[in-house]
């Protein structure tokens, strides 16, 4: 199609590699210290714009990579005759719609460089995909000249929640007619065609325009009966159109992908999980907590880094909620402080989280040591007494004991440390749970 390849690098932004890609791609908003002296209107307003910042990982260079790898593999195939012959199969197979035939489906130039990115929601991969693509040009049009010829780098979709094959195709449409402006999308709804011709189409639309494809949110291809055929019409698209798919979704859909060669074989790609407690997690949190609103400001610490990581399980979308919303609500207290109150208080508003906040590392501190307070004093004589009911207080008698909270205890536990510590001591963990927890042990 194309004189040669250089043709094709010359038209589309160059290759970055390693810090470069990092420099790139990394976000900051506009901030400067004088913005806490304002208003609490003016600084919620400005606080608005945390949600711009974008801490590059490793993770977001091995995506930019293989997608930079993947539209130029892609571009380089539409100069091939092989294109030619495909644009003749795509032909014969819509006249063959047209005229009441079923289409004999079959691909010459399948799109072997697709691939996958999963992981877990929240952890940045629709955020790593999107700055990815805006550095490779995004949706701009690029001009091919002999012959001449509209191509688009990237176009990104989403699967629709009801696996529907036709809105997919539509989607995919309406997003090429937003790009080079023209009128797909309309002429497909109004023809009223049936989905083989809409299929067949929209290939040769994808084969003639678009280097790659990316389908965010596939999971919705477990959740819905009709997954099996939205899957069977994306490897027909594949085959036809010869262009790169990224499919993009949480682990949930790996044993679907894992469940047929081909499907496996079309979705080999990138699987992360949330984020260590290394040094990125620490740079992450040390240059977002610059950006500080509340009149205070606060320094960073440790102690503060190890609870973010604790309470967000190294999710990075959580740990931007948390740090907006402790800002927001400490300056609409009054406040004005960003410290660990306020940080438990954003915490508690995560409740429906919670159940999934569990992170993989579990760092423990030495607790310090302390004289006996006068609640350990008490909680020492109300044992004492339980000995005394236990000896003497009938098997049909009710008794009611309770333990009050150590609240000036600051000694970190689990259970599963009480658990252990029991089982070494050969005594009741009930006895170790004095003073820790509120307990009321009923005797009958």
């Keep these: 199609m194309y004189k040669n390849e250089w043709n094709i690098l010359e038209k589309i932004q160059p290759m970055l590699v390693g810090e470069q890609v990092k420099n790139k791609l990394k976000r900051q908003p506009s901030y400067e210290e004088s913005i806490r002296t304002e208003s609490q209107a003016v ?52 006249r063959a719609c047209a005229n009441g035939f079923e289409p004999s489906f079959g691909g010459i130039i399948a799109g072997t460089d697709s691939f ?51 809105s997919m195709l539509l989607a995919i449409l309406q997003k090429i007619d937003v790009a080079l402006g023209t009128s797909y999308y309309t002429m497909a709804v109004k023809s009223k ?6 299929l067949i189409s929209t290939a040769q639309i ?32 594949l085959n036809e159109s010869g262009i790169s798919i990224v499919f993009v979704g949480t682990p949930e859909v790996e044993p679907f992908f894992e469940s047929v060669d081909y499907l496996a074989r079309r979705t080999l790609g990138f699987h992360y999980d949330r984020c260590r407690y290394d040094t990125y997690f620490r740079e ?24 973010l990581y604790q309470h967000s399980a190294g999710t990075m979308s959580h740990i931007l909620f948390l740090f907006q919303t402790a800002q927001e609500i400490s300056i609409l207290n009054g406040r004005e402080i960003l410290d660990m109150q306020a940080l438990e208080s954003a915490y508690q508003r995560m409740r429906m989280l919670h159940i ?27 044992i004492q007494k339980k000995e005394k009911v236990d000896n ?39 006895s170790l749970l004095y003073g820790k927890i509120s307990i009321t042990e009923v005797s009958v």
């Excluded at 490793?58 to 005759?81: G, H």
């Excluded at 065609?193 to 809409?198: E, G, K, Q, R, S």
């Excluded at 494809?213 to 596939?218: F, P, T, W």
């Excluded at 907590?289 to 009149?295: D, P």
């Design 43 to 94: 600084r919620l307003m400005e606080l608005n714009k945390i949600n711009s910042f974008y801490l590059p990982s490793d993770m977001s260079v091995e995506i930019y990579t293989k997608l930079y790898l993947a539209m130029v593999r892609s571009m380089q195939k539409k100069e091939s005759k092989l294109v030619i012959q495909q644009r003749n199969i795509n032909g014969k197979n819509m």
């Design 116 to 166: 996958s990115v999963i992981g877990n929601s929240g952890i940045g991969k629709s955020s790593a995909i999107s700055k990815a693509v805006q550095l490779m040009g995004g949706e701009d049009v690029i001009e091919m000249d002999n012959p001449y010829c509209k191509l688009i780098p990237v176009i990104n979709v989403q699967c629709p929640f009801d696996c529907s094959v036709k």
């Design 193 to 198: 065609a049936n989905i083989n011709t809409m």
């Design 206 to 237: 994808l084969l003639n325009h678009v280097a790659i494809l990316c389908i965010d949110e596939i999971q919705n291809l477990i959740k819905h009966r009709a997954g099996i055929q939205l899957v069977s019409m994306m490897t027909e698209l």
């Design 284 to 307: 992450f949190c040390a240059q977002l907590w610059e950006f500080q609103y509340v009149q205070k400001k606060q320094k960073i610490s440790d102690d503060v880094i190890y609870w």
């Design 356 to 382: 999934h906040i569990q992170p993989d590392m579990n760092l423990k501190k030495v607790a310090s040591k302390k004289k006996k307070s006068d609640t350990d004093k008490r909680v020492e004589k109300i």
């Design 392 to 430: 003497t207080a009938p098997i049909t008698d009710d008794v009611i004991i309770q333990y009050p909270v150590n609240k000036g205890s600051v000694e970190e536990w689990t259970f599963l440390d009480l658990a252990n510590k029991a089982k070494k001591k050969q005594t009741d963990i009930v």
